[in-house]
């Protein structure tokens, strides 16, 4: 029996698939979240932003993704914190945090944004 999907990671179940259609020309922006690839982050197709979501199991390849319908502040708001995260990964990796930083790092990646309720416009593979 497969184990379950980690709490920790923001994926779908395998089974979101057989409702959606796959799309072509998706454009990863960015992530957030990556294990052996990214898991969940900013996409670009047919000219718009879109959110991402990985589909557990995550050894599948390639890996699929869910696309989600994400509003203009969705975007600019789930970017801002993207910024954050990055600031404080990049003082981690020179040792210039202390540990209120680090108690503050670990709120922001807590308070990642979870679109994985938003209608979904299909999937992709990367």
């Known amino acids: 029996m497969p184990e379950e ?15 959606l259609v796959e799309l072509s020309g998706v454009e990863i922006l960015w992530c957030d979240d990556f294990y052996d690839g990214a898991i969940d982050g900013l996409a670009r197709w047919d000219g718009r932003e879109f959110w991402f979501a990985g589909v557990y199991p995550l050894g599948h390849r390639p ?18 914190l993207h910024r954050q995260l990055g600031a404080y990964a990049e003082a981690s990796r020179h040792g210039r945090l202390d540990s209120t930083q680090e108690r503050a790092w670990g709120q922001v990646w807590a308070s990642r944004p979870d679109y994985r309720g938003a209608p979904a416009v299909g999937w992709f593979t990367a």
């Open 5 to 19: 999907p980690d709490e920790y990671f923001l994926m779908h179940e395998e089974s979101v698939l057989a409702s």
């Open 63 to 80: 890996r699929r993704y869910v696309l989600h319908e994400i509003r203009a502040a969705g975007v600019e708001a789930a970017s801002a």
